[in-house]
C-alpha cells in the first residue's frame, strides 16, 4: 500500500517526487494540520527513515484570513479590534504594538497612568500565554496534571481581564491615545491578590516539571539548534535567550516606559527544550515582579491622551458640551487623519520579535500594515530542528516552539 | 544620491561609501533610518550590510503597493543589528508590470517565507529563490489579494 492510500495523506505531485527522491527506505507522513500537538492548523510534511526525520517541511497557511487587507478598510481606532485576533493569545501585546505604532505616527504624547496599565496588563498577557504555553507543551509530553493548574492561574487572569476591558480574550483594551475605559473601581486588590499567590504557584509548576525525570528525559538534550542557525532562520524571542543570547526589546529598545522598570532577562545556554522551559518559567517570575512594580507604583492622573481630534470626549462631556459633542461625532463616523508617512514599531510579545510596519497617507484609514510576527519567523526554523531526530521528539521541539498559528498565518 | 542630512548616519555613509550608486534616497523620519536602494543592488547591499556592518537580522520582508504610480510596488525590508542595537530600512522600488526582484535568501536563509508571502500577496517574483511558491493561499488561488486593485468584499463568479 502506498502512503497515498492512506486518509488523511494526500501528497501533492512534487511532494511525491520529492519521496521517490530519498530511496525506497523512507515514507513521508503527513503530520496535521488537525493533529492536536501543532496547537492549530499546522501541516507538517515529515520524511522518515523508520522513526528518523530526514526532512520536515512546514505547511501553513490553514488560518489566513486576510488581516493585513481589512486593515485598508477599516479605521485606524477600528484596527485595535483586529490586532487581538491574530494572536489570540496575547491580545494586549498585539494592540500595544499596533497603538505604539500609529500614536509614534501621530505624535501623541500618553500620560503616565496608561503607560504603566499598559506595562501591567501586558505583562498579565505574558503570563496568560506563558502559562497556555506551559500546560499544553506539557501535556503534549505527557504530563496532564500540569494543564489543570496553568489553567486554574490563567482563569484569574483572564478574569482581571474582563474586569477592565468586559472581554476575556479579544480585550481591545488598549486604543490610540490610551486605554479604551477608565480603569475599573477595585482593580488594584484584585491584582494584588492574584499576583501575591503566583510566585508560589509558580513554584509549584517547577516542584511537577524541573525535577521530574520523565520530563527531563523528554526535553533535555532535544530539540537542539545553534545561535547562528536561529538569527539566520528568523527566530526570535526565548528561544533565543535559551540559546545564551541577552536579546529583549524591552531593555534594548524600551517602549511605553519599561526603562523604569526593574527586571532581568533570563538566558541560559544549553538551546534545547529543557532550556527553553527554563527560560519561560523564568520570565513568569520576572513579569510577575513588574506587575507588582506596576501596580504598587501606579501613578495618578489621566489615563488618555489630550487630544481631542483622536481620543473619544468623556461620555459626561459628550451630552454637556457642544464642542465635546462634535468630536465625538467626526471621530465616530469620519475617523481621525494620521500625517503622513511610516513607522516600524518593535515590541517584545510572549513569542518573541512583533513589529508593526504601518504606512500612512494622510487619511483616516492606513494605506498598509503589515505586521512581523513571532511565530512566523521562529517557524522557519522547525526543519532546521527536529532533522535528524526521533518522530517522537518532533512533539516536544515544536510544543517548545510556542507558536500561535492565527500569529503565523494572520 | 545619498541625501546630506544624512551623512552623519554611520551606517548609511558606510552604504554609500561602498556603493554610491547604490543608494537613491533616504530619510530617518520618526528617527528610522530608511534607504532607497536600486533594485538591482538589494542583494550586494544586503551582503554588505549584513557581513561588513553586523546587520546579522533579517527582520521582515514586505511590500506596499502604490497603485496606479509607477513603479508601482515598493519591497520593504527591515534589518536589525543586534550588536549596535540599530535597526535600518531598505526599499526597492519595482515595476508594475511583471515586477521582479532579486531574492536575499543567499544572505538570510529567513527571507524564504518572507519572499514567498510577497510573492503570494503581492505577485511580486523573487529571482534565484530556493522555493517560490504561494505560502498563504491555495496553489490554484487567482489573484494577489494585497494589491490595491484586488477588491476586499465579493464572491468569485
Partial sequence: MSDSDLPGTVLTPAEEGAQAASGPRSMVLNMGPQHPSTHGVLRLLLELDGEMVVSCRPDIGYLHTGIEKEFEVKHYQQGVTLTDRVDYLAPLSMNLGYCLAVEKLLGLEIPGQAQWMRVMLTELTRLNSHLVWLGTHAMDVGAMSVFLYCFREREDILRIFEMFSGQRMMTSYFRIGGLALEPPRGWHPRVKKFIDVFPSRVDEYEDLLTNNRIWIGRTRGIGVISLEDMLDLGVTGPMLRAAGLKIDTRKDAPYTSYEKFDFEVPTRTESDVFARYQVRVEEMRQSARIVTQAMEGMPAGPWKADAPHVVLPDREKMKTQMEALIYHFKIVTEGFRVPEGEV??????????????????????????????????????????????????????????????????? | MLPD????????????????????????????????????????????????????????????????????????????????????????????????????????????????????????????HPDLRRIMLPDDWEGHPLRKDYPVTGSRV
Fill in chain 1, 344 to 410: 516600524y514599531q518593535v515590541i517584545e510579545s510572549p513569542r518573541g520579535e512583533l513589529g508593526f510596519y504601518v504606512v500612512s497617507d494622510g487619511t483616516a484609514k492606513p494605506y498598509r500594515v503589515h505586521m512581523r510576527t513571532p511565530s512566523f519567523g521562529n517557524l522557519q526554523a522547525t526543519g532546521r530542528m527536529v532533522e535528524g531526530s526521533l518522530i517522537a521528539d518532533v512533539i516536544a521541539s515544536i510544543g517548545s516552539m510556542d507558536f500561535v498559528l492565527g500569529d503565523t498565518d494572520r
Fill in chain 2, 5 to 128: 542630512n544624512l551623512r552623519d548616519r554611520a551606517v548609511a555613509a558606510a552604504v554609500a561609501a561602498f556603493d554610491a550608486d547604490a543608494v537613491t534616497g533616504g530619510n530617518d523620519a520618526h528617527d528610522e533610518l530608511t534607504l532607497e536602494i536600486a533594485p538591482a543592488k538589494i542583494a550586494s547591499i544586503c551582503g554588505f550590510l549584513k557581513y561588513d556592518q553586523g546587520f546579522v537580522r533579517l527582520s521582515t520582508v514586505t511590500a506596499v503597493d502604490r497603485y496606479p504610480a509607477e513603479p508601482r510596488f515598493e519591497v520593504v525590508y527591515h534589518l536589525h543589528s543586534i550588536q549596535r542595537n540599530e535597526r535600518v530600512r531598505l526599499k526597492c522600488r519595482v515595476r508594475g508590470e511583471d515586477p521582479v526582484i532579486e531574492s536575499v535568501t543567499s544572505v538570510w536563509r529567513s527571507a524564504n517565507w518572507y519572499e514567498r508571502e510577497v510573492f503570494d500577496l503581492f505577485g511580486i517574483r523573487f529571482t534565484n
